[in-house]
């Protein structure tokens, strides 16, 4: 309820552009509206389908938890009520370097995590905090982001080409404005989301490949445990195979700091 409270007016505006936009390309001489009035009902019902899914998706993204730190005792414990599964974060190896506690939280950080200003709290492979859907992207959450992102590019990409379907010619300008204004909107506004979609998209499979996050890209020079690492070199890198693999298909919570001692230090 408490992220839902501080991101109840980006929420709802979210969906309140989403279902206009969706209206106006039914209620305009749109492909859709053909399709309609035609009796060919299999596209209007797909097309619907695909934007519940993608409001569906947003609000699971939004809402759910992206991995936040727990209590040190609760990290020391494998399984909760919650099921979340938990492994032993410290590595028995004297060189490995002494995780640090938050300056904000005092909490036992673990490797790969950050604390969110806006959330008030620690988050597990923290990549970054989102304003669209006003929540972290982290460890839990970031594989269904990058399938909500899917699912938004397929919904504004067909929303953009079914708006440019119904522009329709007038004799004057004046009158062209007047026929098509609506349209135009929502063509603005699919056209935007199409590019910006697309681009995070592109940006976040190209992290997940290489197993890395947008906090860790942008700030290496500051973070610990990537200063004493070549400019080159990803700690965490298994090759791209297997950082898809433990991105998609791996959703225990994992252990950073033995990942980064066998690569930097050798088998523990």
Known sequence: MKLFRAGCFVRTSHVIVTWVITLVLFLHNTDLRKCEERGELLNPILFGSVVLLSVMMYFTVSLMDPGFVL???DTQIIGDDSNQELEIMIPRNQSFQRPRRCGYCSILQPMRARHCKECKQCVRRFDHHC??????VGERNH???????CI?????????QT?????TFAPSWQQWFIQNGFLLGALAVTGIFSLVVLLLLCIH???AAINTTTWE???RHRISY??????????FDGGMICNLWLFFCVCRTMAWERVYSRRTNGPL
């Open 226 to 235: 990537l200063k004493s690492c070549d400019s080159e070199e990803n700690p």
């Open 217 to 219: 890209f942008m700030s």
């Open 205 to 207: 499979l190209y992290l």
């Open 71 to 73: 209590t040190d005792n």
């Open 152 to 160: 938004q590019l397929l919904a504004v990409s067909w929303g953009l």
């Open 143 to 149: 594989r269904w982001f990058l399938l909500y992102l």
């Open 131 to 136: 304003p669209w859907i006003e929540n972290c």
């Open 163 to 167: 708006a440019w379907s119904g522009i």
